[in-house]
């Protein structure tokens, strides 16, 4: 079974840094792109970018990009999203999914992890 | 702002037909790039409902249909049930953004 396992919610101060895991398990997991979709409360869902854990070529919105770093570790087949110094705005649940293809321009996200709650509060 | 349109809010009475519009520009949809949709029940991960502008992945109703055409696509959900009941999403491409994009997405009520 194709799954994407998330880390735990996490609490955090504004400017303390964070990085949250996503691993995957039941395919190839240098075979698909990785990507992180950010949901603030009561809000739609916003492509943050994505990576090819096979040689860590990444893409970001440009509404994220400076604001996040997204890494892959294909040994521990692991995608990672960490932010250098929170805002009180980045909280949010935060999703990550996979690509269903290689063409990303064609590419929909066809498994999810769980979510992982991010709250930002002093 | 999305710059896939979606209406907010949607509904109907069991049994009936609903459709959801998703509106794009020639920079997505109107380019050729393929439309996806997302059941989001609340308190739970989004799901992949329809990929590729109107196939089904294996287990998802064939009460669920997409269609596409020009700048539009639309997700008709026939034979409505309550556990219908969710937040639709659409997504696409915009190669002005070099990016993926969601439309705001579309509640749907079931009466």
């Known amino acids: 079974e194709v799954q994407l396992v998330q880390s735990g919610a996490a609490v955090k101060k504004p400017g303390e840094s964070l990085k949250i895991s996503c691993k995957g398990s039941?395919?190839?997991?240098?075979?698909?792109?990785i990507g992180w979709v950010r949901q603030m409360p009561g809000k739609g869902l916003e492509w943050m970018g994505i990576i090819d854990p096979g040689d860590s070529d990444t893409r970001y919105s440009p509404s994220f990009q400076g604001q996040v770093t997204i890494s892959a570790d294909k040994s521990i087949t692991t995608a990672s999203l960490q932010w250098s110094s929170l805002k009180a705005s980045d909280t949010a649940m935060y999703y990550c999914?996979?690509?269903?293809?290689?063409?990303?321009?064609?590419?929909?996200?066809?498994?999810w992890g769980q979510g992982t709650m991010v709250t930002v509060s002093s | 702002q999305s710059v896939l349109t979606q209406p907010p809010s949607v509904s109907g009475a069991p049994g009936q037909r609903v459709t959801i519009s998703c509106t794009g520009s020639?920079?997505?949809?109107?380019?050729?790039?393929?439309v996806h949709w997302y059941q989001q029940v609340p308190g739970t991960a989004p799901k992949l409902l329809i990929y590729g502008n109107n196939n089904r992945p294996s287990g998802v109703p064939d009460r669920f249909s997409g269609s596409k055409s020009d700048t539009s696509a639309s997700l008709a959900i026939t034979g409505l049930q309550a556990e219908d009941e969710a937040d639709y999403y659409c997504?696409?491409?915009?190669?002005?953004?070099?990016?993926?994009?969601f439309g705001g997405g579309t509640k749907l009520t079931v009466l």
């Open positions: 999914v996979r690509l269903n293809i290689a063409m990303v321009t064609f590419a929909a996200f066809d498994t």
């Open positions: 020639s920079s997505y949809i109107g380019a050729g790039y393929d």
């Open positions: 997504q696409s491409y915009d190669s002005s953004l070099s990016g993926l994009v």
């Open positions: 039941g395919y190839s997991f240098t075979t698909y792109w």
